[in-house]
């Protein structure tokens, strides 16, 4: 009699395990949606950004290109000769900032896809090769310069000491070192809401937070959590969600809640979509995918 009560004891804490991990799966996502291929004909996928009315850009980096796939669900070739675009984000006028890693600029690029070099060099030196990067609503951009050496490049070692954090403040030309403290900065979200910086340290498996000041400025970092991530986004609660192997979201006290498979071997960066931003769009090697949500994401 008291192994059948053991044995039963056991089955119900299995059962709540098991209830606590789909609950875990669910808290962010809409009840029984799973990750949707939308279309697996790329090289590989980076960077999305959704503009003002949804549609969200990414690129295809070995292929040189940038696509956008728009709320209607049609898929279009938005550039070509992309500079090798990796990570994006729209600034507050509407352009599309890109990483553009081929000569390790900053573009900006407007609606009729002319392009502006915004910086390509710091104190004379070039950067390593910018690789993702984010825009307060003050219209300061904020971008990681860590280095990864590309086949398409001619050199063959970092060209600053510095694996760093930047802002280029609004009007300014020059860009400023915030933090050099990093193995491999590369993932890069911030809430405007609570004036918070979120930048992970891929190299180093840990994401740090940063308070943003009224100047710009950011206040000494503090450790977010204990695991690194390729690209970032965040939703309407504050939520980081971090790439690499699946999806893993936190909330922003650093709390892991929500676990969020994805059948491709790595995940690489994700940003909310559609005219409601209630849909996860994820960037996962040669595949997109799109993930219904019972959150939203920052307009």
């Given at each position: 009699m008291i192994r059948f009560w053991k044995r039963l004891?056991?089955?119900?804490?299995?059962?709540?395990?098991?209830?606590?991990?789909?609950?875990?799966?669910?808290?962010?996502?809409?009840e029984g949606a799973k990750p949707q291929l939308i279309s697996r004909t790329f090289s590989f996928t980076e960077g999305p950004a959704v503009d003002k009315k949804g549609n969200v850009?990414?690129?295809?980096?070995?292929?040189?290109?940038?696509?956008?796939y728009d709320i209607h669900g049609k898929l279009s070739l938005f550039m070509e000769d992309a500079g090798r675009s990796n990570g994006m984000f729209f600034d507050t006028k509407g352009n599309l900032l890109a990483c553009a890693d081929e000569q390790n600029q900053l573009w900006s690029i407007r609606k009729n896809k002319q392009k502006t070099v915004l910086l390509d060099q710091i104190e004379g030196k070039l950067f390593n090769g910018p690789n993702d990067v984010w825009v307060s609503k003050q219209g300061d951009i904020y971008f990681t310069d860590p280095y990864y050496k590309r086949n398409y490049w001619t050199r063959t070692q970092d060209a600053l000491p510095v694996k760093g954090l930047y802002v280029l403040y609004k009007d300014a030309d020059e860009a400023v070192l915030l933090d050099s403290n990093f193995v491999r900065p590369n993932g890069i979200v911030g809430f405007p809401q609570e004036n918070i910086l979120y930048v992970a340290d891929i190299g180093n498996n840990k994401t740090y937070k940063y308070t943003i000041l009224p100047n710009g400025n950011l206040s000494p970092r503090e450790l977010f959590v204990n695991k690194g991530s390729d690209g970032m986004t965040i939703d309407n609660e504050g939520n980081v969600y971090t790439?690499?192997?699946?999806?893993?979201?936190?909330?922003k006290n650093g709390k892991q809640i929500s676990y969020i498979p994805v059948p491709e071997p790595k995940t690489t960066n994700l940003s909310f979509y559609g005219k409601n931003r209630d849909k996860l769009f994820i960037t996962a090697g040669e595949g997109i995918y799109l993930l219904d949500m019972r959150v939203t994401g920052l307009k």
């Open positions: 004891a056991l089955m119900g804490i299995l059962i709540l395990q098991v209830g606590l991990s789909q609950a875990q799966v669910s808290s962010v996502v809409r850009y990414f690129t295809d980096q070995p292929n040189n290109r940038i696509w956008q790439t690499g192997k699946d999806v893993v979201v936190f909330d």
